[in-house]
């Protein structure tokens, strides 16, 4: 039972223009949502949170987007740049920071020159 | 900010032998470390939360025989992969608590087990 889904696996975007990346969830009892960046043969690189008291979050050229009512989260990135091309993990947990986090299937996003 | 160090960075056993795999955290007491495995092209799959002082509490589906895990320190946890096999090839990835319970976990580098 995937706990955690991005349905995309991949996305391709212009470079200047915006990604979007969206994430969805089941386990209503998740309060605190991440988004980590991951290349390959690395550990994941942490981007943005949001509490579930939230609707959205920013900083810098990440956003994300908190719908509780749909069980939906959406990290938007403007501009896109080449750097950004990674995969992105869409990832919840409920509780603390003791408490595990459960990680989404990833989406791979390319961002063309 | 905090920092996870995990070692080795990569490793090539061969079958039938064990392997430790250590995680560091190095400016910070790491009460709750929790390791990860991914397969390739696959998402971050949780395999044990490991608690300082206490036994590791593994997910469902992960053999803790196999994979033994040791938190005997705050800053260090470990996973010994014991009697490895073909099929236990896989990017192992820790991570540590915050402390005081806020924010996110910090992540290792991980370590690419080979077994040959």
């Known amino acids: 039972d995937q706990q955690v889904k991005q349905n995309s696996p991949s996305l391709s975007v212009q470079e200047g223009r915006i990604s979007i990346l969206n994430c969805d969830y089941t386990n209503s009892m998740f309060d605190y949502f991440l988004w980590y960046k991951k290349y390959p043969a690395e550990g994941p690189t942490f981007l943005i949170s949001i509490s579930s008291i939230k609707d959205k979050n920013e900083d810098g050229r990440f956003t994300v987007f908190l719908n509780k009512s749909a069980k939906h989260l959406s990290l938007h990135i403007v501009p896109s740049q080449p750097g950004d091309s990674a995969v992105y993990f869409c990832?919840?947990?409920?509780?603390?920071?003791?408490?595990?986090?459960?990680f989404g299937p990833g989406t791979s996003l390319s961002v063309i020159p | 900010g905090a920092v996870v160090s995990q070692h080795p960075s990569r490793v090539i056993c061969k079958s039938g032998t064990s392997v430790k795999i250590e995680c560091r955290s190095l400016d910070f007491q790491a009460t709750t470390m929790f390791w990860y495995r991914q397969f390739p092209k696959q998402s971050l799959m949780l395999m044990a939360t490991s608690n300082e002082g206490s036994k590791a509490t593994y997910e469902q589906g992960v053999e803790k025989d196999k994979f033994l895990i040791n938190h005997a320190s705050l800053t260090l946890s470990t996973l010994t992969v014991t009697s490895a096999h073909p099929e236990d090839s896989s990017f192992y990835i820790c991570s540590a608590a915050s402390p005081g319970g806020w924010g996110e976990a910090f992540f290792g580098q991980g370590t690419r087990l080979t077994v040959v």
């Open positions: 990832a919840a947990r409920r509780g603390t920071s003791y408490d595990k986090v459960i």
